[in-house]
């Protein structure tokens, strides 16, 4: 069932053309992520599909009845409303019910409209779905529901709007950007709950672990053309390269082609009357496929780093608190060069605060904290965006040098800078107000490493940040020969980086862990599951025998028939594998037919799950073998 058309929309401001004639449609059940450069119009795109902003030409059409969500980056509520009216302001009617039935237990109501609140849970089935609204508050932490939302933070607004379009159950959820503001733990919760089949998804993010667990369509808006991938974040990439591969092949024939046509062209007498028609309109053509620019755009940061010195930064029995909230308690470390560490926690734990106290803006309450005499200290704040509106985008780099020195003894100018960082001509003499957040972010983060730091802190670095400009900036970051320090809810980004975690715990409690991320939370599940199992009881204590205890029997061997259903799964795997490749090689052809994609798409999510399950029985039976 179709529950989203888009037809043929375009849009500009004044002479920049965001895009033009873009068309797609959403079914239900589908997860489509909709990526793109910063400023190349994701969120005008969401906006025009949420109907508030219009499109120059095209329309968006839902299907009759489909309810739809939008969660926004800057969630705009009233200033009168509390948390409990934002969250609960639905047109679901169960969750109608719900409120009806909180407000009569806080005593607001007398027996006969406790009665018709009654009535309503069970009209409409609200029990278990009360149930599940308390697991969404619960796991996005938000508490106080009389609070009011005025006096909230950006990141608490965020979650506020999450919990409300969740609560709601749309037909289609529209996020633009929906783990900004979440903690880890948040984030890993969010992923499950979107994953389930029955949820219909458009969103924008830069979370890869979403595109890649949660998407089953990536949309990918590039030059103004919107290309379509059946599949995950890894499948996106390798089509991505096959693209880009034949279209730079396409391109050079073109070229040289047109060399040729040029020639015959130039060689003609400008007075004949006889000349080809359709080799002339047949060389316009080719101008055009032979004019386009292949070249994938390529962020390029080499800065050159200030010396660094054996001593680098100690903390010695530092402790630090506000109020009932404890910081840090006696905390020692010494950091070493080239070293990566991974900064996590729960929001509100301290992490901002302890590194104010690193770069020296907060002292601690006691203890000392020693900065090598070398040390120059990059850092990148989430609040850090305070760029002059007013200039242009080129005055900003000017104004920290006319020259910048790169590795290898080479210099830029910032002209060049600047295109490497992905501003072209238009956008490098563009007033930073007129910049999208991604862009800013971008700029800003130029502006960091240019000041030639040897000790990199990054607070939040990747929101709003698009894909490309984060591959390449941790490319840069993984050759980078200083201290790095990286705060961060993006995961990926902090398993491809950090090598060992400082995790707060809260009330001064911070754990050093060796390893990456994903090892600490698989070690949290084990633990988790661990303290689940009962415990056993105790056992009544027996008198040792005289005598040493036999050894424990073999493990059971397999029976004939479990040794015939071995052999047999091998060959089945085999050829559920060869089918799985069968399938996605036909899904990456030529098909056009929305319908056929999908039913393949569904078709290759059935196989892989057989897949799994034969695989898991394999290796059940193999403990045995």
């Known amino acids: 069932m179709n529950l989203l058309s ?8 004044g002479l920049r053309v965001l895009f033009e004639n873009l068309s797609f449609g959403i079914q239900q059940g589908q997860k489509v992520a909709l990526v793109a450069p910063n400023g190349a119009g994701k969120s005008t795109m969401l906006k025009i599909i949420t109907q508030q902003e219009p499109p120059d030409s095209g329309e968006v059409a839902f299907r009759q009845g489909v309810r739809v969500g939008f969660l926004p980056q800057n969630p705009d509520f009233s200033a009168y409303e509390t948390v409990e009216e934002a969250v609960f302001a639905s047109q679901n009617p169960a969750v109608a019910a719900i409120l009806l039935y909180r407000r009569c237990l806080e005593g607001q109501a007398d027996s006969a409209q406790m009665q018709q609140a009654l009535e309503q849970m069970d009209t409409h089935k609200a029990w278990d779905y009360e149930t599940k609204i308390q697991q969404i508050l619960s796991e996005l932490k938000v508490g106080n529901l009389q609070q009011a939302v005025s006096s909230l933070s950006g990141g608490q607004e965020k979650r506020v709007a999450l919990a409300k379009i969740l609560i709601d159950e749309p037909d289609l959820l529209i996020l633009d950007e929906p783990t900004n503001h979440l903690d880890l733990d948040m984030i890993a919760w969010l992923e499950e709950y979107l994953s389930q089949k029955r949820l219909s998804l458009l969103m924008v993010t830069h979370d890869r672990y979403f595109l890649e667990n949660v998407c089953n369509e990536i949309l990918e808006l590039a030059d103004g053309t919107l290309y379509r991938h059946l599949g ?21 024939k073109a070229r040289n082609l047109m060399r040729k046509e040029l020639d015959w062209i130039r060689r003609q007498p400008k007075a004949r009357g006889t000349k080809a028609k359709y080799r002339v309109e047949a060389f316009e053509g080719i101008k055009e496929k032979a004019s386009q620019n292949t070249a994938t755009q390529q962020l390029q940061v080499d800065s ?107 210099t830029a100018s910032p002209t060049q800078l600047l295109e490497q960082f992905m501003f072209d001509k238009d956008r490098r003499y563009a007033y930073v107000s007129t910049l999208s957040g991604g862009e800013k972010r971008r700029l800003y983060l130029l502006t960091v490493l240019l000041q030639k730091p040897n000790f990199l802190i990054l607070d939040e670095p990747t929101n709003d940040l698009d894909l490309l400009t984060l591959n390449v900036l941790e490319e840069f970051l993984a050759n980078f020969e200083g201290c790095l320090l990286v705060v961060t809810h993006d995961r990926y980004f902090l398993d491809k980086l950090a090598d060992h975690l400082l995790i707060f715990e809260g009330q001064g409690v911070i754990r050093d862990y060796n390893g990456q991320y994903s090892d600490y939370r698989a070690e949290l599940a084990i633990e988790k599951a661990e303290a689940q199992k009962p415990s056993p009881k ?16 073999a493990k059971k061997k397999l029976s004939f028939k479990e040794q015939r259903e071995y052999e047999a799964l091998e060959a089945e795997i085999a050829e559920l594998e060869a089918q799985k490749e069968a399938l996605t090689a036909e899904m990456s052809g030529d098909q056009q037919d929305h319908e056929a994609l999908q039913q393949l798409a569904e078709k290759l999510e059935k196989l892989i799950q057989t897949i799994d399950e034969k695989t898991d029985r394999w290796l059940t039976l193999a403990e045995s073998a």
């Open 538 to 553: 105790t056992p009544v204590e027996t008198p040792k025998p005289a005598h040493p205890v036999a050894a424990a029997p």
């Open 232 to 252: 995950n974040y890894s499948y996106f990439l390798e089509q991505k390269e096959i693209r880009e591969t034949q279209q730079a092949t396409e391109v050079t």
């Open 304 to 410: 050159q780093m200030s010396r660094l010195g054996k001593k680098i930064l100690e903390f010695e029995k530092v402790s630090k608190r506000f109020g009932d909230i404890i910081i840090t308690q006696d905390f020692d470390y010494v950091f070493k060069r080239k070293e990566r560490v991974g900064i996590v926690g729960h929001n509100g734990v301290g992490k901002s605060s302890f590194l104010q106290m690193l770069t020296g803006q907060l002292a601690p309450d006691s203890g000392q904290i020693t900065k090598g005499e070398t040390v120059v200290f990059g850092y990148y704040t989430q609040g850090g965006l305070q760029l002059p509106e007013d200039k242009r985008v080129l005055e900003v780099i000017q104004d920290i040098a006319e020259k910048i020195e790169l590795g290898g003894g080479q």
């Open 6 to 13: 888009v037809d043929s929309i375009s849009k500009a401001f």
